[in-house]
């Protein structure tokens, strides 16, 4: 019983999030280095953030976070818009 | 009010030069020099749309007389079109301050501004167009460019630009400057030459 227990609390912490999380965010407008520093500044300033990669040629940002943190959707938006960029996708791995 | 102007423009032109409008919170400092004119002025973006600073502009007809201008300043940023592999922007500038005038007539007054840009860029190719009005003369760019390959984002980026500016009620000639843009990280330079043999040193930093 209290194994089930022990594995079923693993479980619960796995589906809701105890691990590090890569989030991978397209954005549009993003064709000047010097401009997207904003983007990766922005992101560093959050503390649940363990890292940021800016990718021009995919249009890509991935955030890393730490272990048990995440980045809610609201919030990247939040960052991307006041850098001054759009949001197009975001997926979560 | 010349040692206003002066300290105003001593503050600033230890700094440099940078976009319009950044990023929300950033600072974004320049300094764009030729012959005819310099510009030196630092912004603090309040959003990604509306940045507000100090500004400073001296203009020479280069037999030892300048204009100079103090001014607190706004940029705003009307539109912005972010495509997938582009991105285009209408700017608006407006500012106060003073002038301290030493070509055709000594006088200092209060002065104002506006001006409006736009520009469109991707990550090979850029163009842009400024105008910018004063009290006494007036401020025509416009700029063309390449660069020859698509820069990854933690390199060195170059570019090959010409401007193509005129002062209007100044020197009243189009002046050509060919120019080498490098930018890496938040700190980007320009060196140009016009066809007439002046040179241009423009620096900017975004933080």
């Not at chain 1, 549009?28 to 922005?42: D, L, P, R, W």
Request: net charge neutral; aromatic share 10%.
């Amino acid at each position: 019983m209290k194994k089930n227990l022990l594995l079923g609390a693993a479980l619960l912490m796995m589906t809701t999030g105890a691990f590090a999380k890569e989030i991978n965010v397209k954005v549009s407008g993003m064709v000047c280095s010097m401009c997207a520093q904003g983007i990766e500044k922005k992101f560093k300033t959050d503390p649940s953030v363990k890292s940021v990669d800016v990718n021009l040629d995919n249009k890509l940002v991935k955030i890393s976070t730490h272990e048990g943190k995440d980045v809610e959707d609201t919030l990247i938006k939040k960052y991307i818009t006041e850098a001054g960029y759009n949001v197009a996708e975001i997926t979560r791995q | 009010m010349k040692t206003l102007i002066t300290l105003l423009s001593l503050i600033i032109t230890t700094s440099t030069f940078a976009h319009p409008v950044i990023y929300k919170g950033g600072w974004a400092v320049s300094s764009a020099n030729m012959a005819d004119y310099s510009n030196n002025y630092v912004m603090y973006s309040l959003s990604h749309r509306f940045a507000i600073g100090a500004d400073h502009w001296r203009f020479s007809d280069r037999t030892g007389n300048d204009n100079e201008m103090g001014l607190a300043k706004f940029n705003y940023l009307l539109w912005r079109a972010n495509g997938e592999n582009s991105q285009a922007n209408i700017y608006l500038h407006g500012g106060v301050g003073v002038e301290d005038q030493n070509i055709e007539k000594k006088q200092t007054r209060g002065t104002f501004m506006g001006g409006a840009e736009i520009d469109w860029e991707t990550r090979t190719l850029f163009t842009a167009l400024k105008h910018y009005q004063f009290q006494n003369l007036s401020v025509s760019q416009a700029r063309v460019g390449f660069s020859p390959k698509e820069t990854p984002f933690d390199e060195l980026q170059t570019w090959f630009m010409v401007q193509a500016m005129t002062i209007n009620n100044l020197n009243d000639q189009v002046m050509i400057t060919p120019m080498l843009r490098f930018f890496y990280h938040n700190v980007l330079w320009e060196m140009g030459s016009s066809t007439k043999g002046d040179w241009m040193l423009n620096l900017m930093v975004h933080y």
